[in-house]
């Protein structure tokens, strides 16, 4: 009856159009009530507990540097360094998109800010070489949803926190599935462009060019070695990392490359802001809701319900999977975090799965949702700067979704490919 009340109360409020941070609230509201006491100072005390987390700082900082790396010309930079080595090939504008999706997620850890990018950068160059639009910005958007799963990631920070798991263990553990992302996209782009015959590849450009290109780009290249070198040798926490990375691209922005000024740094740092507001309350509406949900013994009754499975953790993940890719559907990434991984880690801790590879697992498949209608967030933003039709890119990201998903069920049947790196760097 429980489970039914907040499901009931969650959904029905976002049916009606209602913001998922206030649907949040009345959740918990609603099992106050049901629970027989209702007391705003535990709403006021949970959601300042809630935004109130030093892990949480790393989300404004990872925010501020993306902002500055776009406007900086370092997203620019790693754009022009893969068309220099790959731009030749047949369906070369699709394997720059890749090679920089990659680039850019080491830099920025949000598929919005990513995805965005990169379609401002090379639909332009798309279209004007013959490409098929549809085809080409569903490899766009495929590509965006890599940058939450390879550190520095937002989604692992709000994770990490929300299921107390280790936001350096999550970082590192996402390396090699982001790649493996990487590697499944070059594939399925090879299956899908080699029937076109109407793309243009550029001019195979010469080795000294490319050199160049390296040169342009090796400050911005420097930046994740110095993250996940740091959070390696144990030198910087998550937050003290966001805290350099903010840092280290005003530093080569506005220095270096000098492409920004003190004049046009305010309105990064207001859309940065900004930003960072809408996700801070959604994690100070979500912790109220996660008290509520403790309180009510929510997890102990999902863990009878999921009983038969507890013995069987493959079967088990094999069902959250499921569950996720629906929810997915229907919920944005950030809210889906903050709902579902609390209730689900007692359940993962009873089966004996480890958290961090399940962090990722969850990530993983959250960000598969950020790809499909109706909500489809990465779609809209591609949507909207290439200016075409949500039923056009449909029709080109569905072979990503497939090979995503693909990908998603070998890592839940061999979780080695996952934990076996992890230990290596531990």
Not at 356 to 362: P, S
Request: proline share 6%; glycine share 8%.
């Amino acid at each position: 009856m429980t489970i039914l009340i907040f499901v009931g109360v969650l959904l029905g409020f976002m049916a009606f159009g209602v913001p998922i941070a206030f649907a949040l609230l009345l959740s918990a509201i609603a099992l106050m009530f049901h629970l027989s006491f209702f007391d705003t100072q535990i709403l006021a005390q949970n959601m300042l507990t809630g935004a109130d987390s030093f892990a949480l700082m790393a989300v404004p900082l990872f925010m501020l540097a993306g902002e500055v790396m776009n406007a900086g010309g370092m997203s620019r930079r790693m754009v022009h360094l893969a068309t220099t080595f790959v731009g030749h090939i047949h369906g070369g504008l699709g394997y720059v998109a890749i090679m920089a999706s990659i680039l850019l997620a080491a830099l920025s850890g949000s598929a919005v800010a990513d995805a965005a990018a990169l379609a401002a950068m090379l639909v332009p160059m798309l279209r004007s070489r013959g490409y098929d639009i549809n085809k080409a910005t569903g490899l766009i958007a495929a590509g965006g949803i890599v940058a939450p799963i390879i550190p520095p990631s937002i989604s692992f920070i709000i994770f990490g926190v929300a299921a107390n798991v280790s936001i350096t263990k999550l970082f590192i553990a996402g390396i090699v599935p982001g790649l493996l992302m990487g590697l499944v996209l070059v594939l399925t782009w090879f299956l899908v462009s080699r029937s076109s015959t109407t793309m243009q590849s550029s001019v195979k450009e010469p080795w000294p060019i490319r050199a160049k290109a390296m040169r342009d780009s090796a400050w911005a290249l420097f930046l994740p070695v110095i993250i996940i070198g740091g959070l390696r040798g144990g030198i910087f926490t998550p937050t003290e990392a966001a805290a350099v990375a903010a840092v280290y691209a005003l530093f080569v922005s506005m220095v270096i490359y000098k492409e920004i000024t003190f004049k046009s740094l305010f309105p990064l740092l207001v859309n940065a802001a900004m930003t960072t507001a809408v996700v801070m309350f959604l994690v100070a509406a979500a912790l109220v809701t996660s008290y509520m949900i403790t309180l009510a013994d929510l997890p102990r009754a999902l863990i009878e319900m999921l009983g038969p499975l507890i013995d069987s953790p493959t079967m088990l993940m094999f069902m959250i999977v499921i569950l996720l890719t629906l929810i997915g559907t229907a919920m944005d990434l950030t809210p889906t975090i903050l709902i579902l991984a609390p209730v689900l880690m007692p359940v993962i801790k009873k089966a004996g799965i480890d958290p961090t590879y399940f962090g990722v697992i969850f990530i993983m498949v959250g960000c598969t949702g950020l790809l499909t209608p109706p909500v489809g967030t990465v779609l809209n933003v591609v949507c909207s700067v290439a200016k075409i039709r949500m039923e056009d890119i449909i029709k080109g990201v569905w072979p990503y979704v497939l090979a995503y998903t693909g990908l998603i069920c070998a890592l839940v049947i061999f979780p080695e490919i996952v934990l076996a790196p992890l230990r290596w760097f531990y």
